[in-house]
């Protein structure tokens, strides 16, 4: 079955990067994009991209450009997701899923979630 | 950019029927899809392309997309069912959400 295991908790102050990996199981890695979610306590869901782990190709949210960067090792079917220059607003849970083109792109499962905190 | 919206809350009684709304404009032309979340876990993809339910999804959950409006219906709803639910679209090569409505079962 399909599996998306996400890396554990980070705990960053102001300013610093994080880095969330995504390992793929039960399928193709390659076949299917990872998108990166997002969701802030008791907020809703915020997508923040899309990487074709195929060939690297990517697509950002225009909020996050400039400091999103999403890479993948096809090796290890592991994608990654790395934010730059955090803040307090950064604090939120981020999900990978994966994208399934089912009448347009659609995210068919989603790894569990990591919690990132941003604290001084 | 598109937007989506959807009412905060819903509520529905055991065993009666839940309608979630999600507007947008000449949504009908796209293909939308339907997450639920529980609280504390991840969304699980309960309908897509308007209309399917992906495999170990209950009968009990459909959806409808027409004009400026997608729907997900719940029949029959459980206290299983309470929940948050998201709309999606896929609009000029990003994934958008709606805000996301909270389904209370009382």
């Known amino acids: 079955q399909v599996q998306l295991v996400q890396s554990g908790a980070e705990v960053k102050k102001p300013g610093a990067s994080v880095k969330v990996s995504c390992k793929a199981s039960g399928y193709t890695f390659t076949s299917y994009d990872i998108n990166w979610v997002r969701q802030a306590t008791g907020q809703g869901l915020e997508w923040m991209g899309w990487?074709?782990?195929?060939?690297?190709?990517?697509g950002y949210s225009q909020k996050f450009q400039g400091r999103l960067a999403m890479t993948r090792d096809t090796s290890a079917s592991t994608a990654s997701m790395e934010l730059s220059s955090v803040t307090s607003e950064d604090t939120a849970v981020y999900f990978c899923?994966?994208?399934?083109?089912?009448?347009?792109?659609?995210?068919?499962?989603w790894g569990q979630g990591t919690l990132v905190i941003v604290s001084s | 950019s598109y937007e989506l919206a959807q009412p905060p809350s819903v509520s529905v009684s055991p065993g009666q029927t839940a309608t979630i709304t999600c507007s947008g404009d000449?949504?009908?032309?796209?293909?939308a899809a339907w997450y639920q979340q529980r609280p504390g876990r991840s969304p699980v993809l309960v309908i897509y392309q308007d209309t399917t339910r992906p495999s170990g999804i209950p009968e009990r959950f459909s959806g409808s997309n027409s004009g400026n409006t997608a729907t997900l219906t719940i029949s029959g709803t459980q206290a299983l069912d309470e929940a948050d639910y998201y709309c999606?679209?896929?609009?000029?090569?990003?994934?958008?959400f709606g805000g996301g409505t909270k389904l209370t079962v009382l």
């Open positions: 999606q679209v896929w609009d000029s090569g990003t994934v958008v």
């Open positions: 899923a994966r994208g399934n083109f089912l009448g347009a792109t659609t995210l068919d499962s």
């Open positions: 000449k949504l009908g032309d796209k293909s």
């Open positions: 990487m074709d782990p195929n060939n690297g190709n990517t």
